[in-house]
């Protein structure tokens, strides 16, 4: 309808402020509250963009209240808790993600019908908060959601970047890279803290005090301000914080006079940048000072706020036993980003809180916890000795100390994946094969997947303008794009596909089965050799889909900007998914569970090598594209033989049956119980 008519419709309903509304009338009445006297938007108005912030600032409500209480009732208890720092999140939306765990899916569809509103159209307005790059990030966000759901006392720490992972737009020369402004308007689901703000320090020089005690003194200081995140978990109240880090300049470090004499990139205006853009490597050698400095920032940010919390929840005692601080405090380390915390844990203990090396040290390895996420040597980061010395002068004292302490001792690293290989051992799923064969399960489930598929079908034809086939085998591959993980591999056998059927009879055409083969990913901005492969499979696409003689039995696409949000209607219309990566090279890879899930069958490398880790045949192989190519068709022809709908759908029923194991749930429990050693502290 016209802005009159949605004027209109508004008119009848009265806006009543209700943040606890649970009612389809009532909710209408405190959304329309919002669109009144939230107003972010002038004059007053109701476009589906309008709608969406007025939607979830009435969610938000729900959302605050639940926070709070779990904030007080962690307060009361002082459990153990768990801190998660990582330096990306792929959070995507959130709007239908806090619908759905708030339980109020259906009165909220109801309440916007009242409105004049589709759930759906509202919700396609919120931007995807992209803080991260790939399977890494979005595991850190699918653990924030476990974490509430398990009603576990666990926070995320992160950073608020203005500008998270670039948009990708497909242009006649390829890949083309723009700003994706997700803080544009802004999110209605942050909570600036002005109430927690830290000091944090760059460069300067270490002081020996009389005493012989060291303190870091001089160079330049920042300040770290918090935005927090509610995290709502699923069929729980218990709603936990991802807490967010801006950087900010202090007041004092303005200099007026400069300013006024036109010199604004001032030394306070370059630190807002910290937190400027998020470094768009996936897995790539990034030794950057600023990279390093945004490092450091989330760590000294974090273990500040973590070290205050302790002490706040003594309990009215004054003494700090600091002795308690690992039976109050885990610290998982996502990866490499976040382990200056190591070096900055030890450096609070000892110079301010006053404590000795081997006290603060017996204490800093029993908080801590790190995660491997990666096994290609040239994607660890590196920085300079002289770099280090500069910019954290302390710290290198202390992880020189450690270096020599600790060198012979052997620590225990945990990586992202155990190898499962057997793991989809007909013998398992044998309690499900009934169900596989009961006679109106499988039909329900093709028709869930055929209109799944139909969606999809629908958003590739809106974004790329080419229309696909339902019914054809929807093949996907989508993840950022690398040499390691073979797009070109994929796309090479798309091509060669194009040429046999090119050599057919139609008859011989038509006894074939119909694919459309979908590949979608970002390559890093620098990346040449990834920006070719995005090139070439949409060069490869442009020729096969305008081939009227094949385009009915084959069409490629190229789908662009791949995100959460594109991948949650990807994923869902999958039948087969390619996670062919060179073997030895990915530590785990994520989607593929995410696929099976959605009764996807997945063709993967079996990776025993890196049980082996024969490395150098590795290297050898990864050479060998051609000869892996020849493999990878073998496995190809057997899969389309596998084409016979009823043997497919019983695979994939199979398929979701056997995913259990790979819940995100799972995963944090077994975290909870065998590393943090915390326990659920749920709101009663
Ligand atoms: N790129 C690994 O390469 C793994 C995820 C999550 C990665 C990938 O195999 O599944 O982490 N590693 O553990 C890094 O980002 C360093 C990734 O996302």
Known sequence: ??????????????????????????????????????PHFSPYKFEPEQAFYATAESVRDQLIKQWNDTYSHYHKVNPKQTYYLSMEYLQGR?????????????AYANALKQLGYALEEITEQEKDAALGNGGLGRLASCFLDSMATLSLPAWGYGLRYRYGLFKQLMTKTGQEEIAEDWLEKFSPWEIPRHDVVFPIRFFGQVEINPNGSRKWIGGEVIQAAAYDVP??????????S????????????????????????????????????????????DGKLLRLKQQYFLCSASLQDIITRFKERLGG??????????????????????TLSIPELMRLLMDDEGLGWDEAWDITNRTIAYTN??????????????????????????IEEIDKRVRYTLNLVNGVAQLHSDILKAELFSDYVKFADNSELPAEWESAKLAS???????????????????????????????????????????????????MSPEERKKTTPRTIMIGGKAFATYTNAKRIVKLVSDVGAVVNTDPEVNSFLKIIFVPNYNVSVAEVLIPGSELSQHISTAGMEASGTSNMKFALNGCLIIGTLDELMLKSEKKLVKKISLFLVQ??????????????????????????????GSGKFSSDRTIGQYANEIWKIDECPLP
């Open 317 to 338: 005692r004054d003494k700090i036993l600091w002795s308690e601080f690992p039976s109050k405090v885990a610290v998982q380390l996502n990866d490499t980003h976040p």
């Open 453 to 503: 598929k139909q969606q999809l079908a629908n958003y590739v034809l809106q974004v790329t303008g080419v229309s696909i086939d339902p019914n054809s085998l929807f093949d996907i591959q989508i993840k950022r794009i690398h040499e390691y993980k073979r797009q070109l591999m994929n796309i090479m056998g798309a091509v060669y596909r194009y040429k046999k059927l090119k050599e």
């Open 242 to 285: 991802l807490r967010l880090w801006e950087a900010k300049a202090r007041a004092e470090d303005f200099n007026l006079f400069e300013f006024n004499d036109g010199k604004y990139e001032s030394a306070a205006l370059l630190h807002s940048r910290i937190c400027a853009v998020l470094y768009p490597g996936d897995a790539t050698e």
């Open 231 to 240: 995290i709502p978990g699923y069929k729980t109240k218990d709603t936990n």
């Open 628 to 657: 892996q190519l020849t493999k990878f068709l073998g496995c190809v022809k057997k899969e389309s033989k596998d084409w016979d709908r009823k043997k497919w759908t019983k695979m994939s029923i199979l398929s979701t049956a």
């Open 94 to 106: 959130a709007l239908t993600n806090a619908v759905g765990n708030l339980d109020v899916q259906d």
């Open 1 to 38: 309808g016209s802005t009159t008519d949605r004027i209109k419709i508004l008119e009848k309903i009265p806006p009543v402020a209700n943040p606890q509304a649970k009612d389809p009338a009532a909710i209408a009445s405190n959304i329309n509250y919002h669109a009144h006297y939230s």
């Open 373 to 398: 996420h990666t096994v290609l040597p040239e994607a660890l980061e590196k920085w300079s000795q002289t770099v280090m010395w500069k910019l954290l002068p302390r710290h290198m004292e202390i």
